[in-house]
């Protein structure tokens, strides 16, 4: 290797001496030098314009920070909307329940109502229940009297039991119904919050749609006038290099020379650079073959000590893990995960939850119009879905998930199924919210039109507010 590298660098040597001594050296016509004057006015012309440059990129970063803000609110309507549908939705089980319960309240009427008929059917046709008033008259004395009278005393609590359970049964319909109204009430007023989220998130995606329109016109203006100012810029500055460009053409011819000069020097200091540098990989690789047998050896002398039967030494297995609240790192990668078998997934409004992908909700006037034709997640669904194999069944609110946990880790201290969260103000503003997957990267549902994918952490969203290790 040390011989083609020395090889290489004096072949690079001659070529270029050979080039430079049959290159003729062709001095360029001399041209015009701009007068002190015109220099000046350039000079000022420039910093002008490097001004109004400046003002016009911060006027554009203000405009994109505001863009973004307006972002954040539209995902934060979304996800109160996507809460709303969650808590429709258990009303509407819960009140399915309770008319269950109402069938069954009606049933058990029904049964009672039937015992108590064929307790007065039976009661007129049996001789032994009939024959009270007989056993007044042919009684042949008290005893056999008493003895008739424990009869009746019995038959009149069957008689009882069977009102009792009449009644019982009638309480239970009663409120049964009313269980089920007050669902049915209830069902309405989350059908009510429901629309008016997603009346809120129209709003605020028409309000953002608006703005944006203005901030894109702003800013294409801003861009043409970036683009003639820096044109301006590049016609000042052409002209002086073209005599600044004639005045290093004259340094290169002198420096040429010189470079000559130094070039056999330049070549002997390669040369022994190289030859440092395989001295250095020749001593490395005999380090790392020694290490390696020294690794062998040692492995031989473990085998050598478990064959032999040593009681004192061996494997000591690592000590339960301390985390408290049911976390595990191999519960947080079990999440991690499972959210990531789901790539390529499109997101849905409101899609998702504990089982899986779902169909969305349309949400009109907002990129999700159509999404009830989805069958995918939004960011919060798959949240859900990662985690709920863990014994945690989040809300179908990124807000509320923030909670799942006690421990709060900051950045550099993140671990595989950590919930990290953006928001436009506190807790409850939060708008989005994503899985880590280690390496700095999390897996997240981003918005409408787009699918779940990996991205880097701190190029989710804008406004992160802080993460969550669930179970903790």
């Known amino acids: 290797m040390f011989t083609q590298t020395r090889a290489l660098l004096c072949a690079t040597a001659v070529t270029a001496s050979l080039l430079f001594a049959t290159a003729p050296v062709q001095a360029a016509p001399r041209p015009p030098n701009p007068s002190d004057a015109q220099l000046q006015a350039a000079r000022s012309a420039k910093a002008s314009l490097a001004n109004t440059v400046g003002v016009l990129s911060g ?12 972002n954040a609110r539209v995902e934060l309507a979304e996800q109160k909307f996507t809460f709303a549908i969650f808590k429709l939705n258990k009303a509407k089980d819960q009140a399915a329940q309770a008319q269950a319960d109402v069938v069954a309240a009606q049933q058990g009427i029904e049964t009672a109502r039937a015992n108590l008929t064929n307790y007065v059917h039976d009661s007129y046709i049996s001789p032994a229940m009939g024959s009270a008033t007989v056993g007044l008259l042919s009684a042949r004395d008290p005893n056999a009297l008493l003895q008739g009278g424990d009869y009746r005393n019995y038959v009149s609590s069957r008689h009882l039991d069977a009102m009792s359970s009449l009644d019982r049964a009638t309480v239970a319909k009663s409120n049964a119904e009313a269980k089920a109204k007050g669902l049915v009430a209830l069902q309405a007023q989350l059908a009510d919050e429901a629309a008016a989220a997603q009346r809120a998130a129209q709003q605020a995606y028409a309000a953002q749609k608006a703005q944006a329109a203005q901030l894109r016109a702003r800013e294409a203006s801003f861009q043409r006038q970036l683009v003639a100012a820096q044109t301006q810029l590049a016609v000042l500055n052409g002209q002086r290099e073209k005599f600044l460009a004639y005045q290093r053409e004259q340094a290169r011819i002198a420096a040429e020379r010189a470079r000559q000069a130094a070039l056999a020097q330049a070549r002997a200091a390669a040369a022994a650079a190289a030859a440092a540098a395989q001295a250095r990989e020749d001593a490395e690789r005999q380090r790392r073959q020694q290490q390696q047998q020294q690794q062998q050896q040692q492995q031989q002398q473990n085998n050598n000590n478990t064959s032999g039967g040593n009681s004192s030494g061996g494997y000591t297995p690592p000590p339960p893990s301390s985390g408290s609240g049911g976390w595990t790192a191999s519960k947080g990668q079990a999440a991690a995960s499972r959210a990531l078998s789901r790539l390529g997934t499109p997101y849905a409004w409101a899609g998702g939850g504990y089982d899986g992908p779902s169909w969305g909700t349309d949400s009109p006037g907002t990129e999700g119009a159509h999404d009830s034709q989805v069958f995918g997640f939004d960011c919060s669904g798959l949240t859900m879905y990662a985690w709920a194999p863990q014994g945690i069944y989040m809300d179908h609110f990124a807000a509320s998930q923030y ?70």
């Not at 006027?59 to 307006?70: E, F």
């Not at 990290?420 to 503003?429: H, M, V």
């Not at 918005?447 to 179970?471: C, E, F, H, M, N």
């Open 59 to 70: 006027q554009i970063v203000q405009a994109q920070a505001q863009l973004r803000s307006l």
């Open 403 to 472: 909670y799942a946990g006690s421990v709060h880790p900051q950045p550099g201290n993140f671990m595989p199924g950590d919930l990290l969260f953006w928001s436009d103000g506190g807790i409850g503003a939060i708008h989005h919210v994503a899985l880590y997957i280690g390496g700095g990267n999390v897996v997240q549902a981003p918005q409408s039109g787009d699918v779940v994918k990996v991205t880097p952490w701190d190029q989710v969203s804008y406004g992160y507010i802080g993460a969550t290790r669930p179970l903790t």
